[in-house]
C-alpha cells in the first residue's frame, strides 16, 4: 500500500482540478482500446497536444494506472526512445462483489477487467443483513490474501433490484428483504477502502462499455435474467440512471402470450415469465429436477434430456419476445443477453434470436443480439467495473477518494 501512496501523494493533482482528470480520462481511456500505444498517437486519437498527453502519462505512471511498455517503437525526436504506453495490470487491482440471492460472488480484477481470482461464497438461504454480516467479517481477510503485490484501489458492489449509486444504497431487493441498505458505508467501514455501489444490470452495462463489443459505447440495451430481471440503458457511453435512481424497471413488461400469475396482480410479466425461479420451479414440477436446483436443470440439458430442453426453448421464446420489445423502443446499436442457457449452448441463443426477429416490428437483424461474452466470470467483472468505471472516468480524484 505504501507504495502507491507515496506515488500518489506525489501526483495526483490538487482537489477540484476537473478538466486535468477528464484529460488524463481521455488519454487513460484510449491506452485501454489502443495499448500498446505510442504516446504521439493518443495525441492524434484525443485531440491533446503532444505536451499534454507526456504530462498525463507521467502521472498516470506515478499512480500505478499506466506503464511502458518493453518493447523499443522507434526514438523519440530528441534522441530518447519512445516507448509505447500501455494500462499498468500488475500494480492495481479492484475488488468486486454481486450480492445474489443463492451466493455472493467475490473476486479480484485488474485494470483490463479481468479476473485474477474469483469464489462464489454461498449465502446458505440467508436474507436481511444476516447475507452481510459474515461477508463483511470476511473481506478484509479475503482482499488481503489475494491481491498478492498489488494495491487494491477500490471495491465495487452490485446487487439486483433498486440501487442509488449516488448514496451507495440499495434501496429495495425484494428477494433478499433488502430495504435501504447502506452498502457502500457498510463496505467503506469494513475494508477502508473506496466503494462505488450499483444495479447489476447497469454494471454489466459498465463493463460492456468499457471491455466489450465496440458497439457498446454507441448505444447497448443489456438484459439480465436470473432470479430477478433487470435491464439498463446506456447511450454514447453514458449508462442511463433514471429519477431519483433506479434504471427503470422492465420486470412487468407484458409478455405477449404468457399468463403465469405476477405478485402484482397481473398475469404475464416478463419478471415471472422469464425468471430462473419460474423456470427451476417448472423442471421441479415435471420431475426433470428433484426440487428447483439451477445445478440439476443444467445437468439435464447438458445430458440431452427432452423435457429439459424443451423448457430452456420456451423460457428463450419468452426472452425473444421481450428483447423484441425492447428494441423496438430503443432501437439500439447493441443488445446484450446475460442468461445462463444461452451462454451454456450457442444453440439457445438462436432461440431466442429467431423469436426476436420474428417480433421485432423494426425488422433489426439479429446479429445485434449477443450473449454476454464472459460466462462465469460476467458478473464478476461487472461488479469490478463499478468502481472501474469510475477509474476511467475520473482517474484522479478516484484514486484520492
Ligand atoms: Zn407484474
Do not use: K
Not at 330 to 350: G, H, K, M, Q, R
Request: proline share 6%.
Amino acid at each position: 500500500m505504501t507504495t502507491i501512496t507515496a506515488m500518489t501523494a506525489r501526483a495526483l493533482p490538487r482537489a477540484g482540478d476537473d478538466r486535468r482528470d477528464a484529460n488524463a480520462a481521455a488519454v487513460l481511456r484510449t491506452v485501454l482500446d489502443h495499448g500498446p500505444v505510442a504516446r504521439s498517437r493518443v495525441a492524434a486519437l484525443t485531440g491533446l497536444s503532444a505536451s499534454a498527453v507526456s504530462r498525463q502519462v507521467v502521472d498516470l505512471m506515478g499512480v500505478g494506472l499506466l506503464r511502458e511498455h518493453p518493447e523499443l517503437s522507434g526514438t523519440g525526436t530528441l534522441g530518447r526512445p519512445q516507448l509505447p504506453v500501455d494500462v499498468d495490470t500488475d500494480r492495481l487491482a479492484v475488488a468486486g462483489l454481486h450480492i445474489g440471492v443463492p451466493y455472493t460472488t467475490f473476486a479480484l480484477l485488474d485494470l483490463r477487467g479481468r479476473v485474477l481470482h474469483r469464489q462464489e461464497i454461498s449465502n446458505r438461504g440467508r436474507t436481511g443483513f444476516a447475507v452481510l454480516r459474515p461477508l463483511l467479517a470476511r473481506l478484509p481477510r479475503l482482499i488481503a490474501a489475494r491481491r498478492g503485490e498489488r494495491t487494491v484501489v477500490g471495491v465495487g458492489a452490485v446487487t439486483g433490484g433498486t440501487v442509488d449509486p449516488v448514496r451507495g444504497v440499495t434501496i429495495r431487493h425484494n428477494p433478499l428483504d433488502w430495504r435501504d441498505m447502506p452498502l457502500r458505508d457498510l463496505l467503506r467501514e469494513a475494508t477502508g477502502l473506496p466503494v462505488q455501489v450499483d444495479n447489476h444490470a447497469r454494471a454489466l452495462t459498465r463493463a460492456e462499455i468499457l471491455f466489450g463489443h465496440p458497439a457498446a459505447r454507441r448505444s447497448v440495451v443489456q438484459l439480465f435474467v436470473g432470479h430477478v430481471v433487470d435491464a439498463a440503458l446506456a447511450v454514447a457511453g453514458a449508462v442511463h440512471l433514471g429519477p431519483p435512481s433506479p434504471t427503470g424497471d422492465v420486470g412487468h413488461l407484458p409478455v405477449p402470450d404468457s399468463d403465469e400469475p405476477c405478485h402484482c396482480g397481473r398475469r404475464g410479466c416478463l419478471a415471472v415469465a422469464a425468471s430462473d425461479t419460474t423456470l427451476f420451479a417448472a423442471a421441479a414440477r415435471e420431475g426433470i429436477t428433484a426440487g428447483p436446483d439451477r445445478a440439476g436443470l443444467i445437468a439435464a440439458v447438458r445430458e440431452g434430456d427432452r423435457r429439459a430442453d424443451r423448457l430452456v426453448r420456451e423460457r428463450a421464446r419468452v426472452i425473444g419476445r421481450a428483447l423484441a420489445l425492447l428494441a423496438d423502443v430503443v432501437n439500439p446499436d447493441l443488445l446484450v443477453l446475460t442468461e445462463t442457457f444461452a451462454l451454456l449452448d450457442p444453440v439457445y441463443l438462436d432461440v431466442v434470436r429467431s423469436e426476436f426477429a420474428l417480433r421485432s416490428h423494426l425488422h433489426r437483424d439479429a446479429d445485434l443480439l449477443i450473449a454476454q461474452q464472459r460466462g462465469a466470470d460476467a458478473l464478476a467483472v461487472a461488479a469490478g467495473a463499478a468502481v472501474l468505471g469510475e477509474l476511467y472516468a475520473r482517474p484522479f480524484r478516484t484514486l484520492a477518494s
